[in-house]
C-alpha cells in the first residue's frame, strides 16, 4: 500500500509537555507541576453568561469572524489596557484559542521557504506550525544572563534576506520572562529597518508582576506590521472555553479569516458570549488570581535560594524556569528520576528547544498547598543528588 502519511508531519515531534501529562495520568498519588492551567475555576458571573446563552438558545452558528460585540469589546480592551485602537470589523478575528490565532497568522503570511525567526526557549507550538506552513523556523537561543529576553543583536544577527517574521513570545512561557519598554523599542528599531513582520504572543499579558505589560504595537510603527495575539485561557482562567484572538492589519486580518472560513467556520458560541463578559467585568477576577500567583512565584523564589537551587527571577506568566546543571544530568533524566522517585511531575527545558537543556519549567498555576509538599520533595530530591555526586 502506499504511505498514506505526510513526511513533514511524521518528522515533527510530538509536544514534550503532553509526554510527561500521559506518563502522569498513569501514575497515582503524583503531584503535578508540569501543565499550564490555572487551578481556578472560571469566575461565576463568565460561567452564568454561557449558561444563559444556552438557556436563551443561543447555540447557533455566529459570523465567521466572531459576535461583533466580543469584537467590540476586544477592540475596547486593547484601547484600554495598551492604549491603541483596532477596527472591530476588519482589524479582530475571534479565534479558538491564541493558537489556532498563531497557526492561522503563519499560514497566512508565509510563502515557502520563508524564514520565521523563533526565541527560544519558547511555547511548543511556533516551530511546528512553522514547518506545517511551509516556513523555515530560525532559532534564536535566549540567554539566562539577559534574562531571557530578546536583544536587538540576537535579533539582527540572525535577520537575512529570507526572514519574514518574527514571532515575540513574552511574557514567556517557559521561562517567565518579560520585555519592557527598552528593550521593545530597540527591537521595533531592527524591525522597521529590516522590514519584517512581528507575530506577538500575549497570552499572558495580565500576568506580569514587576510592571505593567507592554505591547510592541504600542511602539510607533509597529501596530501596522504587527499580528497581536491574545486570548482568555490564562488571565480569566477559561482554558476550556477554546477562546483567543488575534488583531492586527485588514489585509493580513482578511488572508486568515479565509483560512478560519475553511478549518474551523467559527469560535464555540458559548464560549464567545461568555467571553463579552469577561472583558466587560473581569478585571476584579483577573487582579485577584495575578495575586496569588505573584503569592506562589515569590514562594517558589524563596524556597530555590533555600535549597540552594540557581533560578533567575521571572516577573511574567506562571512559571519558574531554575537551572540544574550543576547535577550533570540531562533535563529529560532529572524529571524522569523526580517523577519516578518523588512523585512530582515538572517539564523538561528541552520541551521548549534544545536551548532549554540544563533547565526545568514548574508551573505555579497550583494551589500552595500543593506547591509546598511538591518543594519540600525537591528539596529532598537535591540533596541526593548532590550527595551522589
Same mark, same amino acid.
Request: charged residues 30%; negative net charge; contains cysteine.
Given at each position: 500500500?502506499?504511505?498514506?502519511l505526510?513526511?513533514?508531519v !511524521?518528522e515533527?515531534?510530538?509536544?514534550?509537555?503532553?509526554?510527561?501529562?500521559d506518563i =502522569?495520568n498513569?501514575?497515582?498519588d503524583?503531584i503535578?507541576?508540569?501543565?499550564?492551567?490555572?487551578d481556578?475555576d472560571?469566575?461565576?458571573h463568565?460561567?452564568d453568561? $454561557?449558561i444563559y446563552?444556552?438557556?436563551k438558545g443561543r #447555540?447557533?452558528y455566529t459570523?465567521?469572524a466572531?459576535?461583533?460585540?466580543l469584537k467590540?469589546?476586544?477592540a475596547?480592551y486593547?484601547?484600554?489596557k @495598551?492604549g =491603541?485602537?483596532?477596527?472591530?470589523?476588519?482589524e479582530?478575528?475571534i #479565534?479558538?484559542?491564541?493558537?489556532?490565532?498563531?497557526? $492561522?497568522?503563519?499560514?497566512?503570511?508565509?510563502?515557502?521557504g520563508?524564514? =520565521?525567526?523563533?526565541?527560544q526557549?519558547s511555547f511548543?507550538s511556533?516551530?511546528p506550525?512553522t514547518i506545517?506552513?511551509?516556513?523555515?523556523?530560525?532559532?534564536?537561543e535566549l540567554?539566562a544572563e539577559?534574562?531571557f529576553? &530578546?536583544t536587538?543583536q540576537?535579533l539582527?544577527?540572525?535577520? +537575512?534576506?529570507k +526572514?519574514k517574521?518574527?514571532v515575540l513570545?513574552f511574557?514567556n512561557?517557559?521561562t517567565?520572562?518579560?520585555?519592557?519598554k527598552?528593550?521593545?523599542?530597540a527591537?521595533?528599531?531592527v !524591525?522597521i529597518k529590516?522590514?519584517i513582520?512581528?507575530?506577538? *504572543?500575549e497570552i499572558?499579558s495580565?500576568?506580569?508582576?514587576?510592571e505593567?505589560?507592554?505591547?510592541?504595537v504600542?511602539?510607533?510603527?509597529m501596530q501596522?506590521r504587527t499580528i497581536l495575539?491574545?486570548?482568555?485561557s490564562?488571565?480569566? %482562567?477559561?482554558?476550556g472555553?477554546?477562546?483567543?484572538?488575534?488583531c492586527?492589519?485588514?489585509?493580513?486580518?482578511? @488572508?486568515m &479569516?479565509?483560512?478560519?472560513q475553511f478549518?474551523?467556520?467559527?469560535?464555540? #458560541?458559548?464560549? @464567545?458570549?461568555a467571553? !463579552?463578559?469577561?472583558?466587560?467585568n473581569?478585571?476584579e477576577?483577573?487582579e485577584e488570581?495575578r495575586e496569588a500567583?505573584n503569592?506562589?512565584r515569590?514562594y517558589?523564589?524563596?524556597?530555590?535560594?533555600e535549597m540552594? &537551587?540557581e533560578?533567575?527571577e521571572p516577573?511574567?506568566?506562571f512559571? =519558574?524556569?531554575p537551572?540544574?546543571?550543576?547535577?550533570?544530568? #540531562?533535563s529529560e533524566e532529572?524529571? +524522569?528520576?523526580?517523577?519516578k522517585?518523588e512523585k512530582?511531575?515538572v517539564v523538561?527545558? +528541552?520541551a521548549? $528547544? *534544545?536551548?532549554?537543556e540544563g533547565?526545568?519549567?514548574?508551573?505555579?498555576?497550583y494551589?500552595?498547598?500543593n506547591?509546598?509538599i511538591a518543594?519540600?520533595r525537591l %528539596?529532598d530530591f537535591i540533596d541526593?543528588l548532590?550527595?551522589?555526586r
Amino acid at each position: 500500500m502506499r504511505n498514506p502519511l505526510s513526511e513533514k508531519v !511524521v518528522e515533527i515531534k510530538p509536544s514534550g509537555i503532553r509526554k510527561f501529562f500521559d506518563i =502522569v495520568n498513569e501514575m497515582d498519588d503524583v503531584i503535578s507541576l508540569s501543565v499550564g492551567e490555572p487551578d481556578f475555576d472560571t469566575p461565576w458571573h463568565i460561567r452564568d453568561e $454561557g449558561i444563559y446563552s444556552l438557556e436563551k438558545g443561543r #447555540t447557533f452558528y455566529t459570523s465567521n469572524a466572531g459576535l461583533k460585540e466580543l469584537k467590540e469589546e476586544v477592540a475596547n480592551y486593547l484601547k484600554r489596557k @495598551q492604549g =491603541v485602537s483596532y477596527d472591530p470589523k476588519d482589524e479582530v478575528l475571534i #479565534t479558538v484559542g491564541g493558537s489556532e490565532a498563531i497557526d $492561522g497568522a503563519l499560514r497566512a503570511m508565509l510563502n515557502p521557504g520563508d524564514e =520565521v525567526l523563533i526565541p527560544q526557549p519558547s511555547f511548543v507550538s511556533y516551530e511546528p506550525c512553522t514547518i506545517l506552513a511551509d516556513g523555515v523556523p530560525v532559532i534564536i537561543e535566549l540567554k539566562a544572563e539577559n534574562e531571557f529576553r &530578546l536583544t536587538a543583536q540576537e535579533l539582527e544577527e540572525a535577520i +537575512t534576506d529570507k +526572514t519574514k517574521i518574527l514571532v515575540l513570545p513574552f511574557p514567556n512561557n517557559p521561562t517567565g520572562a518579560i520585555m519592557e519598554k527598552e528593550d521593545l523599542e530597540a527591537i521595533a528599531e531592527v !524591525v522597521i529597518k529590516n522590514d519584517i513582520y512581528v507575530i506577538s *504572543d500575549e497570552i499572558y499579558s495580565e500576568l506580569t508582576y514587576k510592571e505593567k505589560h507592554i505591547s510592541i504595537v504600542e511602539i510607533p510603527g509597529m501596530q501596522e506590521r504587527t499580528i497581536l495575539i491574545n486570548g482568555f485561557s490564562k488571565a480569566f %482562567a477559561m482554558t476550556g472555553w477554546r477562546l483567543g484572538y488575534a488583531c492586527g492589519p485588514k489585509a493580513i486580518l482578511e @488572508q486568515m &479569516l479565509k483560512i478560519h472560513q475553511f478549518a474551523i467556520m467559527c469560535a464555540p #458560541t458559548t464560549s @464567545q458570549y461568555a467571553a !463579552v463578559e469577561a472583558l466587560r467585568n473581569g478585571d476584579e477576577d483577573v487582579e485577584e488570581m495575578r495575586e496569588a500567583y505573584n503569592q506562589r512565584r515569590r514562594y517558589l523564589m524563596h524556597a530555590f535560594r533555600e535549597m540552594g &537551587l540557581e533560578c533567575f527571577e521571572p516577573f511574567g506568566a506562571f512559571y =519558574v524556569f531554575p537551572c540544574i546543571k550543576e547535577f550533570g544530568i #540531562t533535563s529529560e533524566e532529572f524529571a +524522569t528520576r523526580f517523577l519516578k522517585e518523588e512523585k512530582v511531575a515538572v517539564v523538561p527545558g +528541552t520541551a521548549f $528547544g *534544545d536551548c532549554g537543556e540544563g533547565y526545568l519549567r514548574i508551573s505555579y498555576a497550583y494551589s500552595l498547598e500543593n506547591l509546598k509538599i511538591a518543594i519540600g520533595r525537591l %528539596a529532598d530530591f537535591i540533596d541526593r543528588l548532590r550527595k551522589e555526586r
